[in-house]
């Protein structure tokens, strides 16, 4: 069965610690893999795509990298304007789409 | 403005009495999915549909049916909800690329409901 798992559940930083999240994957078929973030009480946010291992992203203090098990976040330099709850999602080859449960990022001025 | 619109926003209603959570874009996209959120388990989806009366089954289809008559509208029926069907939802909408890949979903504001 296709799996997303994120870790770590939850991460508290000072403002400036950089630090990285993960996503790890087990499907059949990977087609894409979707970074998102959401506010409490929001709809996601998109941020990235990235669709074949070795793809990088880049936004701001965001950087997306995907291989062949996982994609990692990671987030350079951090303000409390990043604090929220990152996700991750694959779509295999059926076009369904699962999430991780997601990344609860706070950051501390 | 590119958007997702979902009603209602807010619903409180009783075991077994039917209910249409309706979910319209305006940016002609292709792919729209329902999904529900709840605590500890992230987002997992319902129900997706690829274009017009193409629908299939996501991750947790049980007790839900929908439709995909126009374009734009992706209405979410409960034609006989149960308490652990509370939960908050959402629609999302994206466009199909020529490789036939999905791209970024646009998310709704959600739906939050409570069977009781």
């Known amino acids: 069965e296709d799996q997303v798992t994120q870790s770590p559940e939850a991460l508290r930083l000072q403002e400036g610690e950089s630090s990285s999240l993960n996503c790890s994957y087990t499907v059949s078929g990977l087609r894409g893999l979707f970074w998102y973030r959401q506010d409490p009480g929001k709809g996601p946010e998109f941020l990235f795509t990235?669709?074949?291992a070795g793809e990088e992203k880049e936004k701001e203090r965001l950087k997306a990298t995907l291989t062949k098990k996982e994609s990692f976040l990671h987030i350079t330099a951090p303000k409390p304007e990043d604090s929220a709850t990152y996700l991750c999602?694959?779509?295999?080859?059926?076009?369904?789409?699962?999430f991780g449960a997601g990344t609860r990022l706070t950051v501390k001025p | 403005e590119a958007q997702v619109t979902q009603n209602p926003r807010y619903l409180i209603t009783v075991t077994g009495k039917k209910l249409t959570v309706t979910c319209s874009q305006n940016?002609?996209?292709?792919?729209m999915s329902w999904y529900r959120q709840d605590p500890g388990l992230g987002l997992r989806q319902i129900y997706y549909?690829?274009?017009?009366?193409?629908?299939d089954k996501g991750d947790v289809p049980e007790g839900y049916k929908v439709s995909r008559k126009e374009k734009r509208n992706f209405p979410l029926i409960l034609e006989s909800p149960s308490p652990n069907q509370t939960s908050l939802y959402f629609c999302?909408?994206?466009?199909?690329?020529?490789?036939?890949?999905?791209?970024?979903?646009?998310f709704g504001p959600g739906t939050r409901l409570t069977v009781t």
């Open positions: 940016m002609n996209h292709e792919y």
């Open positions: 990235l669709y074949s």
């Open positions: 999602a694959v779509q295999a080859q059926m076009n369904d789409m699962r």
């Open positions: 549909s690829m274009n017009v009366e193409v629908t």
């Open positions: 999302a909408s994206s466009l199909i690329l020529k490789t036939g890949l999905t791209y970024e979903q646009y």
